[in-house]
Every structure is written in structure tokens, then in C-alpha cells.
């Protein structure tokens, strides 16, 4: 007798926001050969918003495909939310600063939008396997803007971006075998089922792969001792590409390390404890650094770092309120990231970014800018009433509820050493100076746009943080974050 | 009516930008006197009850505002002090615009420090009164600022992030559903946690107090600011420390405070000897303003840490007017910056050419070391009186500060006032317009709750009764 055929449980609706993003992509990469580079970008942002009208469609439908490989819950569509604002404003910005970076080729929007169909891939993912094809499509999309603009400083950092990059995905593959060879299973609910009573054939196994692929993670998210490519990618990259790869593909690791140790492998033990480490080393090494630097651009790498830090605070928590927490605080951090390389993208002369001593008097040459720049870093260093503070707040909450008091101690005093670098640049913008600017002149309107979303997005959100924060926090969908 | 009070300064700070550059100061200063004539009206119908509703209901964290004696007292006086500095800037910066927005930006935090009672909400107007701080010394500082002002954020930030790690293992380890105040008073923390927990607060008290060891910001804050005296008066506002720790660890470490009340008075003490100390070698007017008050505030802290009505009475009025007439100096000292183009205590012979400037900085003086019949009296006489109840001591070694206090401030008199007016010097103006309502008012205030204290001691008796029964009958 002939086996039954059996029809994979494809169903359309939850695929949608992702394959309108891939169809956008390859919108993008044939238009590209008869239209000028602007008209691409716009259909790329209409696919964008399309992609985020479908989500908001899919709100509270719990749908999922492929037998749960891929799960459109309200966990998906709120990271993936937050990565359509990411790209939309690397894309806003990309109008004004891609022909001063030479990116401007249509080849820019379409790798753009494949690095976001993998980003949408991982954090709709329901197994290690999807998550895996759209961490790759996302990492292999995003080595090649790097290095899209042909100049050397961008090769050498599109370079140590591969070389690290392909180690970690290495290790990452390995970890899931491992896995797999301990539970004998790929999916998030499979895996969860398997080490929920810890009854699984080989602890060890469990446990090796459980950390191999945290240190796979670990050099996505730019954890310490794995962030060492970051400021040289930031640094030397194009500024629009630095906002892209600092904002969605960290939001986009995260959303893997979310779905994969707050879902699947949160009864695997000792991830958390060497999590806990590296989150105190990162903590450390990101905040010091960033003391000593000049270059804004490097700094703002170097924050980077050290906000994975605070934004893995949230990870060791319970998922019930390390879960929103951790979403509000990526939104958060997404919006006064983007924005303060924004207005980088719209000062700076050269690609190179401009020093911190510069900055001296911006406030009397380009007052919105300065006050915007400043309203970021305000966020980034957690004051209040910006969102950069709850978003802080609900991090250190998170971990000291689930017992971490001296990793939360740590993270605040970090935190004393984030506000004086952030607030150098600040307050250094509102010094009288007289030397003439060095900064561009002009005002850049997309730019703008896109700036102006990010300041007033962490003003609404800092000071009702109910409006995202409430969307999330029903404790319900986090219990579910494996997928059922 | 109480959203109104704490709220109003903001907008008008935010508005003042929308107004034409010429109206902005009379804008500025009809915001502030709306906010003062807020309070004083508060201050008529007894004061402004609690007002609670939920602003973050996941997390628990409400919006809680109240207004009672005591945080009506010190809300006045800032409302005060404010349109004083509002007039003083107007007059003293050209295109003062951003300074005025600034100070009423300042304002709304400090009235919402004093109305909070929500522990969250209480961190985030406690930090938002930095924001205007930072930005003040930041665009008016002088060549050295760049280092106090990150002297000053980070000694700051460092206290505020204890405190909020405290705040969250509060609620975690009391159970309180909310923040609000009544709430975490409802759920205490008992035992050697609540310890941990106060210290945590403490931190971020004790730099905004400030106490030895952790009060090296200040100096440097004072210092580097305006010579006008505008970011001064803010700044003298800004010490909320005390505050903070009656309204909060009072009910809320009971026992914490109890155990390290030694440690605490003693080290209030030395930080009012140890000021007035350096305070006498300071040759720069506003150091020695600094220092002059470092050494009150830690007359203030021992009145708060000795757990003793009168002391703590006598410390929140100390409070309270040390920021009318500490404000007032600071102003005095721009003037005489204004006029001889110098802050030095080295002058020489100021008073025969400008005597009603100095004749009512001499006045402002005597109320700050505590002559009787001036403001000043009052709190340093209550707190000594209280303390030694509990430490006679230590209340014998901080009353030597008063004494102190005589010293440098007549000294530093003598060689700027007084003396012989070196030849060849520029010549001083004396007052003139509204510098006799910038130095006067604050002088009138001194003197009328130096003589008249009734009024002021009631709004803070019957709060600090309520606030000691909790603390059971062993003080």
C-alpha cells in the first residue's frame, strides 16, 4: 500500500509579513535595473509598511505554519514590529547618505530587504532550523553591506565581520547537533518537552550544545569576549549601515536568544549562570571602552556593547517579565539608536563620522539637531523622562527579580559610567564656541523624518510607557514563547 | 489644582520659546509668580490632598501627588526662590531665554520631588531636576565646567541608581502591589534586608544632601556656574536630600535608621564641622557659599538622622529657609561680581560705595549663621535643642559649627566689605530697581519667620507627628 501523502501544513496568513518582504526584496533587485535607486527605495519602504500592516493584522491570532516551524504569535509580531522601525528608518536615512557613502545602488535596498526577511525569519521561527536559515540570511545579507561601499576602511570591517561572524555561525551549528543529538528534536515545544523534567538521555550533551549556542549568540548579540568585531564594523562601516546592523540584526539575535533560552531551553541548566558572566563582562568592558573614545562613531559602537548588556538583564529573567521587558527595552533602544545615527548621518561630512570635540557648539548651529542628539543620548543613558530610563528600569527589574542582585549592582554602576560618556557629547553641544563648524551644513528632510520619529517615539514611550509596554505585557503570551 | 502647581513651569518653559524674544522674560516671570500665588493659595485652604491614579498598572507604578505641610513649605520656597532667580536672570543674562526655560524646567522637578508619592515617580522628577542642572552649567559654566559637571552627574547617578535597585527589591520583598507610598508602608521589609535596602537609599541621599565623604561635587557645581548666582539658587534647591529621607526612610526603614543612627548623626556632624572648616580658608565667594552651605546641611541631616521631633522639625525649617537666604547670598555675590568684576573674598572697602548691597549681605549673613531673630535661628536652635536629647555629644561637636560659621562669614566680610577700598578701583553702584526686591524680599522673608516662625512651624508639626507616631513609642 502506497504511504498516504501528506501535504505540509503550509498556510499563507502567517507567512504573509515575511513574504511580503522577500517579494519586496526581489521588487527591489529587478526594479533596480530600470529605475533610479530613490524609486526603489520607496517601493522597499512601501514593502515595509505593508510587511507591518500584515503583522498588525495577525495581532492576537496565535497562527503558526509548517507544524509550528514558524509561529506568527504576538511575541513574533512585536519583535518583528520593532525590526520593520529599524529598517525603515536605516532606510529613511539611506535617502540622504548613500550617495555621500557610494552606496547609492539599488543592490543597497534589496540586500537590505533580504537581511530583513531573515531577521523576520528568526524571530517568527518555531525551530532551531528556521532560526538558523534566517540568522544566515540575515548574516549573509548583512556582510555584504558592509562591504558594499569599496572603500577599505569598509572592507577591513565587512572583513573581521565575516571571519567573526562565520566562527560564530560555525559554533551556532554545532550547538543545535548537539542539541538535537540530546532532546532528538529541533522545535522549540520539542526541545521544551524534552528538558522540562530534565529527563533527557545525555545531560551533557544538553548542556554543551545549550552553551555553544549561546557563544553562537553571543558573537550575533556582541556579548563580551565575542563583541571585538563590533566598534570596527560600527566604526568603519557606512553610517547608514551601522544603524542597521546596531538596531535590527541586534533586535533580531535577540529575538533567536528570546525564542531559543527563554522558550526552549529555560530548564537547561547552567546557560544562565555563564550568561550571567558574560553579561557582567560586557557590562565591564563595553562601558569602559566607550570612556576613551573620540570618535562619536565609535563610541556609539562601543554603547552598542554595552547596552547588550543591559538588554541580556532582561533575558535571565523570568520569561513572564523578562519578555516584555525586553521588547519594550529593543523598541526603546531601536528608536534612540537609529535617531542618534541619524542625526551622525546628517552632520557628518565624511563617512569617517566626526570627533566628540566637534560636536562643541552644535546646539548654536543646528539647534533641532543638537536638541535631538541630546534627547537620545539622554535615553541612552537611562534619565528620565525619555524611554531610555524604563527601558533600564524594566531590565534591572527583571534580573533582580529572578535573583541576580549583584549582576543589577553591577549593571548600575555600569550604568554611572554609560552617563558620563554620553553625557561628554551631550553637554559639550551646548557650549558656547566660535571656531567655525565642521559639520554639514544643511538640512536633510528624510534624515529628519526619521529623526523625529525616534525623538518623539522615546519622549511618548518614556513618558506613557503603557502605550508599547501595555501590548505586551500580558504575562500569557510569554508562557507560550516556545510555542504552545 | 496640584497639577497645576507642579506642572505649570514645565509648559511655561517649553512655551517661553514660542514667545517673542522680548516678552520672555515678563512670559517667565508671570509663570512663576502663577506657580507662587499656586502655593500660597494651597497654603490657604490647608494644604493639597493626595491624588492617585495608575500610570503604568503593569508595573505597578502610580501616579501619586500629594501636597501636606511639609511639602508645601519647601514647595513655596522654591516657588519663592524661583521667581527671585527668574527676576535676577532677567535683569543680569542678555537673551535670557533659555536660562529662564531652564529654571522653570527645574522647578517642576524639584515641586514634583516635594509632591511624589510613589517611590517611581519620586526617582523619575528626582532625576528629571538634573536634566536643567547639567544643561544650566553646561551653556553658563565657566572654562572648568566640563569636569564638575561630570563630578556632578556621576556622584548623582551613582546615588539614584542604589536607590532605584532599592526601590524595585522594596516592592519585590515587601509584596506591595504598587509603588505608592501607602502601599510600601502597608508591606513593610523587615529585618537585615530593610538595612540593605536603606543603604541603597542613603547613597542617593546622602550625595544630594550632601554628607561626607560624598558631598566633592559640590564645591566644584557652585564654583563653575554662573557668576550670576541664578544657577546657584537652583542648585541650593536642589539639595533634596533631606527631604527624601524623612518622607521616605522614616516610614519606610524605621529600624535601618534606628540601628546606624550613631554612624549617621555622627557623620552629619563632621560634615557640618568639616565644612565650616574649609569653608574659612575659601578665598572665592561662591566656594565658601558652598562650604558655608555643606556645613548647614549637615546641621539639616543631623536633625533628620537623630529620629527626634524637635530635631527634625527644626531640620526641615532649616531646610526650607537655608534655601531663602543660602539663595539670596549666592545672588549677592553675583551683584558684587556684577560690580567689582570679581568673586574674591579680597575686595576691600565694597561697603563705602554700594552700603545698602552690603548692608543687607551682612543682614542675609547674620541669618545664616543663626543670629537670633533671623530664619536661620530658628532650624539651627530646634535641631541643636533635639539632638542633644539623643546625643549630647554630637550636638556639642556640630554646634561648634555654628560658631565656625562666625568666623569665616565675618572674616570673608570684613576683608570684602570693609577695609580700605584699594586706589585706582572701578567704581560701585549701589542697588538699583529690582536688585532691591532680588535681595530684599528674601531679607523680609528671614527676618519675618526669624521673629513670626508660627506659621512655618505649623505646616511641618502636625506632618512630622504623623510621620513619627509610626516609629512607635521608644524616641
Request: contains cysteine; aromatic residues 12%; neutral net charge.
Amino acid at each position: 500500500m502506497n504511504p498516504a501523502l501528506v501535504f505540509p501544513d503550509v498556510s499563507l496568513a502567517p507567512l504573509l509579513p515575511i513574504l511580503i518582504t522577500l517579494l519586496g526584496a526581489i521588487a527591489a533587485t529587478l526594479l533596480g535595473f530600470y529605475l533610479p535607486r530613490r524609486a526603489v527605495t520607496l517601493v522597499s519602504m512601501v514593502a515595509l509598511v505593508l510587511s507591518g500592516i500584515s503583522m498588525a493584522s495577525l495581532w492576537n491570532r496565535g497562527l503558526s505554519a509548517f507544524s509550528g516551524s514558524l509561529q506568527a504569535d504576538n511575541v513574533a509580531l512585536s519583535l518583528g514590529l520593532i525590526i520593520l522601525i529599524g529598517s525603515l528608518m536605516t532606510l529613511l536615512v539611506s535617502f540622504d547618505s548613500a550617495v555621500r557613502a557610494h552606496l547609492s545602488f539599488p543592490e543597497f535596498d534589496a540586500l537590505l530587504l533580504y537581511a530583513v526577511t531573515g531577521t523576520l525569519i528568526i524571530a517568527f521561527s518555531g525551530d532551531l532550523v528556521t532560526m538558523l536559515i534566517g540568522l544566515e540570511v540575515m548574516s549573509l545579507s548583512g556582510y555584504v553591506i558592509a562591504t558594499l561601499q569599496g572603500s577599505r576602511r569598509s572592507e577591513e570591517a565587512g572583513m573581521k565581520y565575516f571571519l567573526l561572524g562565520a566562527v560564530g555561525s560555525a559554533i551556532l551549528i554545532y550547538g543545535i547537533a548537539l542539541v538535537y543529538g540530546a532532546t532528538g528534536t529541533l522545535s522549540y515545544v520539542g526541545i521544551r518537552d524534552a528538558t522540562s523534567g530534565l529527563q533527557v538521555q545525555n545531560v551533557g550533551l544538553l548542556v554543551v550544545g545549550a552553551l555553544m549556542l549561546l557563544c553562537g549568540f553571543g558573537f550575533k548579540v556582541a556579548l563580551a569576549p565575542f563583541h571585538q568585531w563590533t566598534p570596527d564594523l560600527y566604526g568603519g562601516a557606512p553610517t547608514t549601515v551601522g544603524l542597521f546592523l546596531s538596531t535590527v540584526v541586534k533586535v533580531a539575535a535577540f529575538a533567536g536568544m528570546l525564542r531559543v533560552f527563554g522558550g526552549a531551553m529555560q530548564n537547561v541548566p547552567a546557560w544562565a549562570s555563564v550568561l550571567q558572566v558574560l553579561i557582567a563582562a560586557t557590562l565591564v568592558i563595553g562601558n569602559l571602552a566607550a570612556l576613551f573614545q573620540t570618535n562619536f562613531k565609535r563610541l556609539m559602537a562601543y554603547s552598542a556593547v554595552a547596552h547588550t548588556g543591559f538588554l541580556a538583564l532582561a533575558l535571565l529573567g523570568n520569561p513572564a517579565t523578562g519578555g516584555p521587558a525586553l521588547t519594550y527595552y529593543l523598541l526603546v533602544y531601536t528608536l534612540m539608536t537609529a535617531a542618534a545615527f541619524a542625526v551622525l548621518g546628517a552632520l557628518q561630512r565624511s563617512e569617517e563620522g566626526f570627533s566628540i570635540d566637534d560636536m562643541r557648539g552644535l546646539f548654536y548651529r543646528h539647534p533641532a539637531y543638537a536638541v535631538a542628539l541630546a534627547v537620545c543620548l539622554g535615553s541612552l543613558a537611562g534619565l528620565p523622562p525619555f524611554a531610555g530610563f524604563m527601558g533600564k528600569y524594566l531590565a534591572f527589574q527583571a534580573a533582580f527579580q529572578a535573583g541576580y542582585v549583584g549582576l543589577t549592582v553591577i549593571a548600575a554602576m555600569g550604568s554611572v559610567a554609560a552617563l558620563i560618556y554620553y553625557l561628554r557629547p551631550a553637554m559639550l553641544m551646548f557650549m558656547p564656541d566660535r571656531t567655525p563648524a565642521r559639520e554639514f551644513p544643511g538640512e536633510r528632510t528624510p534624515t529628519t523624518a526619521a529623526i523625529a520619529l525616534g525623538v518623539v517615539g522615546v519622549t511618548v514611550l518614556g513618558v506613557l510607557p503603557n502605550v508599547a509596554y501595555g501590548l505586551v505585557a500580558n504575562p500569557a503570551i510569554w508562557t507560550i514563547l516556545a510555542g504552545r | 489644582m496640584i497639577h497645576f502647581f507642579i506642572f505649570l513651569p514645565v509648559l511655561a518653559s517649553l512655551l517661553i520659546f514660542l514667545v517673542p524674544v522680548r516678552w520672555r522674560e515678563e512670559f517667565a516671570g508671570a509663570a512663576a509668580g502663577l506657580t507662587l500665588a499656586g502655593g500660597l493659595w494651597s497654603w490657604s485652604v490647608g494644604g493639597l490632598s493626595a491624588y492617585r491614579i495608575d500610570w503604568i498598572p503593569a508595573l505597578g507604578v502610580t501616579y501619586s501627588v500629594q501636597m501636606d505641610g511639609v511639602s508645601l513649605l519647601l514647595g513655596i520656597v522654591t516657588a519663592f526662590m524661583t521667581l527671585i532667580a527668574v527676576i535676577y536672570a532677567g535683569k543680569r543674562i542678555p537673551n535670557p531665554g533659555t536660562m529662564l526655560s531652564l529654571i522653570l524646567m527645574m522647578e517642576t522637578g524639584l515641586l514634583g520631588i516635594y509632591a511624589a508619592r510613589d517611590l517611581v515617580l519620586f526617582y523619575v522628577f528626582f532625576e528629571d531636576a538634573l536634566i536643567p542642572a547639567l544643561l544650566m552649567l553646561a551653556i553658563y559654566g565657566k572654562t572648568h565646567r566640563m569636569a564638575a559637571l561630570i563630578k556632578f552627574a556621576a556622584y548623582t547617578l551613582f546615588g539614584s541608581l542604589l536607590m532605584l535597585i532599592s526601590i524595585i527589591a522594596l516592592k519585590y520583598y515587601g509584596g506591595s502591589p504598587t509603588f505608592a507610598l501607602s502601599d510600601l508602608q502597608a508591606n513593610p521589609v523587615t529585618g537585615p534586608v530593610q538595612t540593605w535596602l536603606f543603604l541603597g537609599f542613603l547613597a542617593a541621599m546622602a550625595v544630594k544632601l550632601p554628607l561626607f565623604p560624598l558631598h566633592a561635587w559640590l564645591p566644584d557645581f557652585h564654583a563653575q556656574n554662573h557668576d550670576s548666582g541664578v544657577a546657584d539658587v537652583m542648585g541650593t534647591l536642589y539639595k533634596v536630600g533631606a527631604y527624601g529621607l524623612f518622607r521616605f526612610s522614616v516610614v519606610l526603614f524605621p529600624d535601618a535608621m534606628l540601628e546606624l543612627r550613631p554612624i549617621l548623626m555622627g557623620l552629619a556632624a563632621f560634615t557640618a564641622l568639616y565644612a565650616a572648616w574649609i569653608a574659612f580658608s575659601q578665598s572665592d565667594w561662591k566656594r565658601l557659599l558652598a562650604y558655608a552651605g555643606l556645613s548647614h546641611m549637615g546641621l539639616v541631616g543631623l536633625g533628620i538622622f537623630s529620629l527626634n521631633e524637635t530635631a527634625m522639625i527644626g531640620g526641615l525649617f532649616l531646610l526650607a529657609f537655608q534655601n531663602v537666604y543660602t539663595g539670596a547670598l549666592f545672588l549677592a555675590a553675583g551683584m558684587l561680581q556684577e560690580r567689582v568684576g570679581s568673586l574674591s573674598t579680597k575686595v576691600g572697602g565694597v561697603m563705602t560705595q554700594a552700603g545698602v548691597l552690603s548692608g543687607m549681605t551682612m543682614t542675609l549673613w547674620f541669618a545664616s549663621i543663626a543670629v537670633p531673630g533671623l530664619a536661620g535661628f530658628i532650624g539651627e536652635f530646634s535641631i541643636l535643642l533635639g539632638a542633644y536629647q539623643i546625643s549630647p555629644w554630637l550636638a556639642f561637636l556640630a554646634g561648634l559649627s555654628t560658631i565656625a560659621a562666625a568666623a569665616y562669614a565675618l572674616t570673608a566680610y570684613q576683608t570684602t566689605y570693609w577695609q580700605v577700598r584699594p586706589a585706582g578701583a572701578v567704581l560701585v553702584h549701589d542697588l538699583r530697581d529690582l536688585d532691591w526686591l532680588i535681595l530684599g524680599a528674601p531679607l523680609a522673608v528671614a527676618i519675618f519667620f526669624g521673629v513670626y516662625s508660627g506659621p512655618a512651624l505649623a505646616l511641618v508639626q502636625p506632618v512630622v507627628r504623623a510621620w513619627m507616631s509610626g516609629l512607635g513609642g521608644g524616641l
